[in-house]
């Protein structure tokens, strides 16, 4: 990473410091994903140091259930998760249950979210609590890699998405419907205290989760 010192830089050139480790915006939807990318082919370091452990206060949960016929491929599955189906390319939070014939494809998913049977979702962010009905169909392959804001698809806290829906791609400022016809509680930018917020720092990106202590990698 590479910084240019605020008043350094002049008619003769900049200054620049050049800083060790890992670094990213991920103030848009498309960099997050990409971060959390990052994190499953180990490229960040985050882990790697020894004498510098993330530490969060999280309730305990039992370890993962992967039942048989589920696949799981490139992911982070953390505790409490029960996977049925087939999940790739993903960061799966604690709680999560991926039910039996379901799909989820270069997505991060919040705690305590359930993909019902036959469900597909991909390049989407689920917030916690969100319910992806039977069959339905969350998000889809943007046209073109890698994908701007516009081509990820995100579901606010507690959605509810009914069976046999399609929510297609949508720009960010378009949270997912809602039964009531209201459009849900959109992911909002909170504090970075707070483990809901969807666009933490690097550092605690995998903090928003839940379940850090139980991450598995799994190929």
Known sequence: MTICCHGSCSEEGCSLIRMPGYWRDLGRPETYLAAHQDLIRGETGLFDDPDWPILAWLPQRPPALIHTGARIEDSLVTPGCEVSGHVRRSVIGPGVVVEQGSRVTDSVIFADVTVGKGAVTSWSILDR???????????????????????????????????????????ASNPVPQPDGS???????????????????????????????????LH
């Open 129 to 171: 609590g969100t319910t992806v009905g039977e069959n339905a169909c969350v998000g889809g392959r943007p046209p073109r890699l890698p994908p701007d804001s516009e081509h990820i698809t995100l579901a606010g806290r507690d959605s509810h998405i009914a069976p046999n829906s399609t929510i297609p791609p949508a720009p």
């Open 183 to 217: 459009n849900g509680q959109e992911m909002a930018r909170a504090s970075e205290s707070d483990e809901s917020n969807w666009l933490p720092s690097t550092r605690n990106m995998i903090g928003a989760l839940e379940g850090l202590g139980g991450l598995e990698r």
